[in-house]
Nanobody, 122 residues
Framework: QVQLVESGGGLVQAGGSLRLSCTTSGRTFSNYLMAWFRQAPGKEREFVAAIRWSGIYYADSVKGRFTISRDNAKNTMYLQMDSLKPEDTAVYYC?????????????????WGQGTQVTVSS
């Protein structure tokens, strides 16, 4: 079993920055494909970014503004979000799944955190 806990969400003005953290416990963190998804009210959950030993992947909507990283020694994944826009407002979830999964599909992930709210005001 893997437990995921997100932190770092909040309210920020457009153009500002936030850093989200996802701390894991349970099985070996470094073996997993890890990702961030987000879900805005009335919308489906959408892929934001993913990381595994073989690569880093971003949604086109966040490329150049968001940076995903992980610290395997701390069992923690991060999402640095810069140049935030009102359309980035959503609940952000971290997820973990088998390293070979299709990184942008929610169904590829076995474990999810509870989510953290990010609100960007205009």
């Amino acid at each position: 079993q893997v437990q995921l806990v997100e932190s770092g969400g909040g309210l920020v003005q457009a153009g500002g920055s936030l850093r989200l953290s996802c701390t894991t416990s349970g099985r070996t963190f470094s073996n997993y494909l890890m990702a961030w998804f987000r879900q805005a009210p009335g919308k489906e959950r959408e892929f934001v970014a993913a990381i595994r030993w073989s690569g880093i992947y971003y949604a086109d909507s966040v490329k150049g503004r968001f940076t995903i990283s992980r610290d395997n020694a701390k069992n923690t994944m991060y999402l640095q979000m810069d140049s935030l826009k009102p359309e980035d407002t959503a609940v952000y979830y971290c997820a973990a799944g088998p390293w070979g999964g299709t990184y942008n599909y929610p169904s590829a992930y076995n474990y999810w955190g509870q989510g953290t709210q990010v609100t960007v005001s205009s």
